[in-house]
Nanobody, 122 residues
Framework: QVQLVESGGGSVQAGGSLRLSCTAS????????MGWFRQAPGKEREAVAI????????TYADSVQGRFTISQDNAKNTLYLQMNSLKPEDTAMYYC???????????????WGQGTQVTVSS
């Protein structure tokens, strides 16, 4: 069963923090490659952070490097995205995604959650 459910979005002022959660089914959480993406109105979807479980490393977009951090709770099949020092340009719908191949395969993500909205006001 493929399932990804995001939560934790909301409205914050610039400089604030939010922690997004992505709770997955056991099958989906076993995916070796998971990530967080975002899409702002009128813009293309972009990768925020890609977690390569095979090598145990995370790749962050330059725009969030040093401010966002991925973590996980294997007992809860949950992937988190801690977002600090939020900026108005971080406003977007945030999605959790996974695919059943190694991140290095280049395969497009095919498991997606429904998204959670993050709004940052100045």
């Amino acid at each position: 069963q493929v399932q990804l459910v995001e939560s934790g979005g909301g409205s914050v002022q610039a400089g604030g923090s939010l922690r997004l959660s992505c709770t997955a089914s056991a099958y989906t959480y076993s995916s070796p490659c998971m990530g967080w993406f975002r899409q702002a109105p009128g813009k293309e979807r972009e990768a925020v952070a890609i977690f390569d479980k095979f090598v145990g490393s995370t790749t962050y977009a330059d725009s969030v490097q040093g401010r966002f951090t991925i973590s996980q709770d294997n007992a809860k099949n949950t992937l988190y995205l801690q977002m600090n020092s939020l900026k108005p340009e971080d406003t977007a719908m945030y999605y959790c995604a996974a695919h059943p191949f190694r991140c290095s395969s280049g395969v497009e993500f095919n498991y997606w959650g429904q998204g959670t909205q993050v709004t940052v006001s100045s």
